[in-house]
């Protein structure tokens, strides 16, 4: 199957990972297995690769690519806001290194009829795991107006979002809107085209995407459970693409990395609270050779920790 994914920063992960060759390596957001499969070729007969994504089309390809690895392979289809649970059942405890490569694939995005795409014409799709029931049409049909504007502005970063809401609101009115042409051709009647500013549909197409997979309420609580889930000395690496993604990274990882939270006048230490990872230096960004001949990775960051402290060992 040709899954059309280029991966970005792989070189930049292998280092961060350090892959040991009996090592147990876990790939959140599984995808085409690009990022996978390296790890794969690393890892000895006793060296453990488990693989996740809720999207079947990336779940049938990656099986495809990582079927002639020689370590252990265990591909999963589900979430990773569910990984305890997927890793209790597949009886997998820690591992030495994790990675999440957020947002959707080139393959997702170039099939048209996913809807992903402001290029291509489509139903009003975006499910990453298409067994789920809500889909950009009911998110664009049955949203009310206040509710649209504010996921535009906050999930989106549009200036135009209440301008927007309201033109959909009026349309829907008449016909339902049904297609990704029909909701671009919305937006640019609201949206002035600016020079450097891309496509006018690009922020609120990413901002229905973000809103129909809950893409950024369970990035936090599924960095935790994958900090939970690191051996002492493991790795995590997450490569996001846009700031809204970044930040809660960033503030998760902040937290997680923080001692003592005593009141500074506190004389001795009483919280007894203890870092459990220390940040690996700064994002990491694609070098400009790998822009040019890759432009998704434009966008990518790469952030790194170490596990230094295992509070359930503690227990
Ligand atoms: C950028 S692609 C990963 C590409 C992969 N690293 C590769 O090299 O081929 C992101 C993948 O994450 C998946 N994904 C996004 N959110 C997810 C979630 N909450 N749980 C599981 N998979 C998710 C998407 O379906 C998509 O296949
Ligand atoms: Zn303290």
Same mark, same amino acid.
């Given at each position: ?145 206040? $509710? @649209? *504007?504010? !996921?535009?502005?906050?999930?989106? %970063?549009? =200036?135009?979002? &209440? ?71 493991? $790795? @995590? *690496?997450? !490569?996001?693409?846009?700031?809204? %993604?970044? =930040?809660?990274? &960033? ?65």
């Amino acid at each position: 199957m040709n899954f059309g994914h280029v991966s970005v920063m792989l070189a930049e992960v292998l280092s961060a990972l350090d892959v040991k060759s009996h090592g147990s390596y876990l790939d959140c957001t599984l995808g085409g297995g690009g990022h996978a499969k390296l790890i794969g070729e690393k890892l000895d007969a006793d060296g453990l690769l488990v693989g996740i994504d809720r999207d079947d089309e990336a779940i049938s390809a990656a099986t495809e690519n990582l079927s002639g690895l020689t370590c252990g392979v265990k591909i999963v289809r589900g979430s990773f806001g569910e990984l305890d649970r997927i890793l209790d059942d597949l009886n997998v405890d820690k591992f030495d290194g994790i990675i999440f490569d957020l947002g959707i694939s080139s393959h997702q995005i170039d099939t048209a009829e996913r809807g992903f795409s402001y290029m291509k014409d489509s139903p009003l799709d975006m499910r990453m795991d298409r067994r789920q029931s809500l889909t950009a049409f009911d998110v664009v049909n049955n949203y009310d107006e206040t $509710r @649209l *504007a504010k !996921i535009f502005s906050e999930y989106g %970063e549009e =200036r135009f979002s &209440k301008r927007i809401a309201a033109a959909i609101c009026r349309e829907r009115k008449i016909l339902p809107i049904a297609t990704t042409g029909e909701l671009v051709k919305i937006i640019e009647q609201h949206v002035p085209r600016t020079k450097n500013g891309g496509h006018p549909a690009k922020r609120v197409f990413q901002a229905v995407r973000i809103e129909v997979n809950g893409e950024l309420e369970i990035l936090s609580d599924a960095l935790k459970q994958a900090i939970n889930r690191l051996k002492i000395g493991g $790795r @995590l *690496a997450v !490569i996001t693409f846009h700031s809204l %993604e970044d =930040r809660i990274v &960033k503030e998760t990882f902040k937290q997680a990395a923080q001692g003592c939270i005593c009141p500074k006048n506190f004389p001795v230490c009483v919280c007894n609270h203890k870092a459990e990872i220390k940040i690996l230096g700064k994002a990491k960004l694609p070098t400009v050779d790998e822009i040019v001949g890759n432009s998704r990775a434009k966008s990518a960051k790469l952030r790194v920790v170490e596990k230094i402290f295992d509070g359930d060992a503690s227990l």
